[in-house]
């Protein structure tokens, strides 16, 4: 009796945390300052809690998303190494935002129909928060 209850205390537990790995990955981007002069500009890793896109802003030191200048398609989970094409030069020394945006809401699935300001295609904001980093062009 003492066995089955505690094998089937550490199922649960087991199950439990299993849901946790799969469910509790937060959603993130990370990217390095880097020389985007080929072209394109690279985050190293992030974390879509859905399909979605990694979008690319301008920014400054307001820290505000301006016009975006890239995108690159993002699949649901673990991406790495993604890559967007600037669709303009980036100067040296200026600042990019690299921003989660969701495949959600337009009119098409898996074309890319964000505007700024607009509702399709629009940034996740899980707990309220946009999820992005921000990089400065070498
Ligand atoms: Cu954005």
Do not use: C
Not at 79 to 95: C, F, K, T
Not at 107 to 129: R, S
């Amino acid at each position: 009796m003492k066995r089955f209850a505690l094998s089937t205390i550490a199922a649960t537990m087991s199950a439990t945390l299993a849901f946790a790995a799969g469910h509790g990955m937060t959603p993130a981007v990370e990217a390095a300052d880097q020389d985007v002069s080929g072209g394109t500009v690279t985050a190293s890793s992030v974390i879509a809690p859905e399909n979605g896109w990694l979008v690319v802003h301008r920014t400054d030191a307001s820290m505000k998303p301006g016009p975006v200048v890239g995108y690159a398609a993002l699949k649901k989970g673990e991406n790495s190494d993604v890559s967007a094409i600037l669709q303009e030069g980036v100067a040296s020394g200026d600042m990019l935002m690299l921003m989660i945006h969701a495949e959600d809401g337009g009119m098409a699935t898996g074309v890319f129909e964000y505007t700024l300001g607009a509702k399709e295609d629009g940034p996740i904001k899980p707990d309220g928060n946009l999820v992005m980093t921000t990089i400065t062009a070498q």
